[in-house]
Each structure stands twice: as structure tokens, then as C-alpha cells.
């Protein structure tokens, strides 16, 4: 039967907590419900910071910074606190849901290599938030198919698929998700999935953008639309051995040199960069046999605002893939991720497989995720 259930996302931007409700069995969508976020505090922001700073120079065998605790209880406290306005806003109350499914606050990423399995950590206080709620809370989502030795991620394409066929859009389609990093998922003619990280996609502009003080972002485009792509450097980014590695395949937002474009304008830097994220798009077209190439890219995240971003991707795909907005087929493109994990919650409470040997690379689907109740 389905299940109700409000699902959380937080990216590695920091930027809010968004929140969907969907009704599902996880595997079939039955009915959508409101959607939202919630921005994140500024000491919940500068908290993470920190953590994700002090996670990037945790040496393995060593024992958790400390202040992972700290954190894990703030994900917890900003989560409910968002979550309370969102249900007030929309006339729900927390007893209307079955399950929340929470990603928590990736700090630190390492795929996996042929020497060593990889490393994922996704902050919450799970107990915290379900007491809290007197809901049962799905989260940990990562940490089996890690072991497994499996990427980690994406973890979003078997609700890609879903959502898909939710849209009547038939096989094959392709989804991008466009956050810190950019996510493609390739659903084959056949129904299989293949799904990896292309590149980055909003991170390394936020670095640069936030480094030289000139906001958080580059809203719509327009530092990159006014500045000129350096080839050069371009070419030094496109030759990092990662694109190179057969999918599937991840990333941290950290995983390339942002001092590549140190010598750059601001304006050029952000051109560049761009550039750097829709090749890396483009690249990802070369793992698919021409006759599985779908005719349709379907681009939600933050990056679909960025018109500069989403023009050249048109560009770049021209005669491959028609580029089109989340929103332009009726997805909520600001809520695809929080749907996800209401999804993943959901196939979580019935043991279903969460990742596949298309999309995370483990040797056999694999069930994930772990549930704990007030």
C-alpha cells in the first residue's frame, strides 16, 4: 500500500532544506503532495562549513571530529525546524505522514578505487529528529552500497525512472540533475539504468563566486555571460582522468582544482567553469551506443535558473538531445531530490533496491537505508 511520506534534501550548496510530500509504494508515484524549502540559518551554515573543512582532512582510521556530533544534531534541529513551518504553511500535521525520508548533509565524499573501498558521510541525528516528530525516520541511505562496494551514488535514478513513466515519457529518456555536482540518468530503451556524475554543475562557480566576494551564486549566468572561456584552461580541467573512468562513476564538489582558474577574471573564471559543466554533460552522451541516445534531456536542480548554463547545454547537445526544464513538463524542479528520498523511504520500509549495477556500480541491486522510530 502507499505510504505517505515527506522527504528532505540538503545539498552541498548549504543553501536550504527542501522538503516534498509524496504517496508511494516505492515503485509506482500515487499522488504528489505540497513542496517547499526552507532556507538554511546562517549558524547552521557556518556549522557545516566548518565540518565539512575539518571532514575533508579526516584521515581514514582516525577517530570522527568531534565536531560530527555538533552537526548531526543541528541537521536534526534545522530539518524540524523547517519541516514545522512547511506543515503549518500547508495545513498538515506531522501525524498525516507514514515515514520521513532524510538524506542528512553530505560533508565528505571519496568513490571508491581499485586499492580501497570509498567513504560517504551523510550528517543527521536520526533519533533526535524522530522524537522529535513522533514520526519513524528513513535516512543512511549511502552507507550499505559503500560498503558493498559500491560508489555511493547517485541514488536518485530508480525514482527518475518512476518519475518518468509517471510523465508518460517512454525509454529512452535522460535526467540531469544540476547541484553542487551534475548527475545524469540514462533510462535505456530496455528500462535498465545507467547513471553517473558528469562533472560539476553549480559547486565550483559557488567557490569562486563566494571566494572573491561577490555573493553566493552567479544568478542566471550573467558573471559567465559576460565573461569569455579560457581553452586552455578548459582543456587542463577536461584532461582530468575522471572523465576518462568508465561509469558508473562519482563525485565530491572538492574532486577538481578550483586554482585552475585562480589567474582568471571572475567573469572569465565563471565562463569557464560553465563551460566545464556542460562539457562534462556533453561527455557523457560517449558511454551510450548511438541508437540508446534519448532525444530529450529533462534538467532539474538549481542549475536549470542559470539560462546562461542551460543555453550552452542546448548548444552542446544539439542534434543529440533536446534540452528542456523539469518544470517545462509539469516535474517540480526544485523538488525532484526531496521526492527522491520520499521514494527511497519508501522502497527502505520494503526492503527494495535502492542501488544497481548501473547507477552506484555494486556487483548486485542492493536494498539500503535504515529506519528508526520514536
Keep these: 500500500m502507499a505510504m505517505r511520506i515527506l522527504g528532505f534534501m540538503t545539498g552541498t550548496s548549504l543553501d536550504a532544506v527542501d522538503m516534498a510530500v509524496l504517496e508511494t509504494d516505492g ?3 500515487q499522488a504528489f503532495g505540497p513542496a517547499g524549502e526552507r532556507k538554511l540559518r546562517e549558524a547552521t551554515r557556518d556549522l557545516l562549513l566548518e565540518t565539512t573543512t575539518i571532514a575533508r582532512g579526516w584521515a581514514r582510521g582516525e577517530p570522527e571530529p568531534a565536531i560530527f556530533t555538533e552537526a548531526r544534531q543541528a541537521v536534526a534541529d534545522e530539518h524540524l525546524h523547517a519541516a514545522e513551518s512547511f506543515i503549518a504553511e500547508h495545513g498538515l500535521a506531522w501525524s498525516d505522514f507514514d515515514l520521513l525520508g532524510v538524506h542528512g548533509q553530505t560533508v565528505l565524499h571519496e568513490r571508491p578505487t581499485a586499492e580501497r573501498i570509498g567513504r560517504t558521510v551523510q550528517l543527521l ?11 519513524p525516520v528513513a535516512f543512511d541511505f549511502r552507507t550499505a552500497d559503500v560498503a558493498a562496494g559500491g560508489e555511493g551514488a547517485p541514488l536518485a535514478p530508480i525514482y527518475h525512472a518512476a518519475r518518468a513513466r509517471a510523465s508518460g515519457l517512454a525509454a529512452p529518456v ?10 545524469v540518468t540514462f533510462v535505456r530503451p530496455d528500462g535498465d539504468l ?4 558528469t562533472g560539476p554543475a553549480n559547486g565550483m562557480i559557488d567557490l569562486v563566486v563566494q571566494g572573491r566576494g561577490a555573493g553566493r551564486f552567479d544568478a542566471d549566468g550573467r558573471l559567465a555571460q559576460a565573461g569569455t572561456v579560457d581553452q586552455d584552461v578548459l582543456a587542463g580541467l577536461l584532461a582530468h582522468p575522471y572523465f576518462a573512468a568508465p561509469p558508473p562513476k562519482s563525485l565530491d564538489r572538492f574532486d577538481f582544482p578550483i586554482e585552475a582558474v585562480d589567474g582568471l577574471s571572475l567573469e572569465d573564471a565563471a565562463a569557464t567553469l560553465t563551460a566545464f559543466t556542460v562539457a562534462g554533460v556533453a561527455r557523457a552522451y560517449d558511454w551510450l551506443p548511438e541508437h540508446e541516445r534519448p532525444e530529450r534531456l529533462v534538467v532539474a536542480g538549481g542549475g536549470r535558473h542559470n539560462s546562461h548554463m542551460m543555453a550552452e547545454l542546448g ?3 544539439r542534434g543529440i538531445s533536446e534540452v528542456v526544464s523539469a518544470d517545462a513538463l509539469g516535474w ?7 521526492e527522491a528520498f520520499a521514494f527511497l523511504a519508501a522502497r527502505t520500509a520494503r526492503g527494495l533496491p535502492i542501488g544497481f549495477p548501473g547507477t552506484t556500480g555494486v556487483k548486485t541491486a542492493l536494498a539500503g537505508g535504515r529506519i528508526v522510530r520514536p
Excluded at 174 to 183: E, F
Aim: glycine residues 10%; proline residues 0%; charged residues 25%.
Design 194 to 197: 545507467l547513471a553517473f556524475d
Design 125 to 135: 541525528d536520526a533519533e533526535r529528529l524522530a522524537r522529535a516528530t513522533g514520526r
Design 174 to 183: 535522460a535526467a540531469l540533475n544540476l547541484g553542487g555536482v551534475a548527475n
Design 27 to 29: 515503485e509506482t508515484i
Design 332 to 338: 517540480r524542479g526544485d523538488a525532484i531530490e526531496a
Design 315 to 317: 548548444m552542446a547537445l
